[in-house]
């Protein structure tokens, strides 16, 4: 994505580099922090993901959030939910960093080029999980505001 200069992240595909740093959100549960399921996962499946389709799925996707060094903070997610309405739904968004990147404003960003980029790239509304009380935060940061009590959020004028 285009460089914001006021922005303090960027957002890129997942590179192969990237896939061991991010293993520490499957085999670190505390990496993930307090609002995701505990547990640990099988790494391997964020690979296999990868090889299959870069993690830019038509219904689903991962990218890479980095400072402007470019060191990893983490990752932005979204996946297609459907919801009877427009073509393409909801899409569900959500913002995972590691712990040391978070409390700076750091997932708030990352959640707004995200945003920018969804709905440059894809039917359907952003939304956010009903018990993600910081992902509402985060997406209403990111400019977007409550359009049902669902957490489906729009960009303002929708």
Request: hydrophobic content about 35%.
């Amino acid at each position: 994505m285009t460089p914001m200069p006021d922005v303090p992240v960027r957002l890129r595909p997942i590179g192969e580099a990237d896939l061991d740093l991010l293993s520490r959100f499957d085999t670190d549960p505390s990496s993930r922090g307090p609002y995701l399921a505990s547990g640990f996962r099988n790494p391997q499946a964020r690979r296999r993901r990868w090889e299959e389709d870069g993690w830019l799925g038509a219904d689903s996707g991962q990218l890479a959030v980095t400072l402007p060094d470019g060191t990893l903070a983490g990752i932005v997610v979204w996946r297609s939910i459907p919801t009877g309405g427009p073509e393409g739904g909801c899409l569900e968004i959500g913002a995972l960093l590691f712990p040391e990147h978070r409390g700076r404003g750091f997932g708030t960003a990352a959640q707004r080029l995200l945003v920018e980029y969804l709905f440059a790239t894809h039917p359907g509304q952003p939304a956010s999980g009903d018990h993600q009380c910081g992902e509402h935060r985060g997406a209403e940061g990111a400019g977007a505001h409550r359009v049902s009590p669902g957490g489906c959020h729009a960009r303002p004028g929708l």
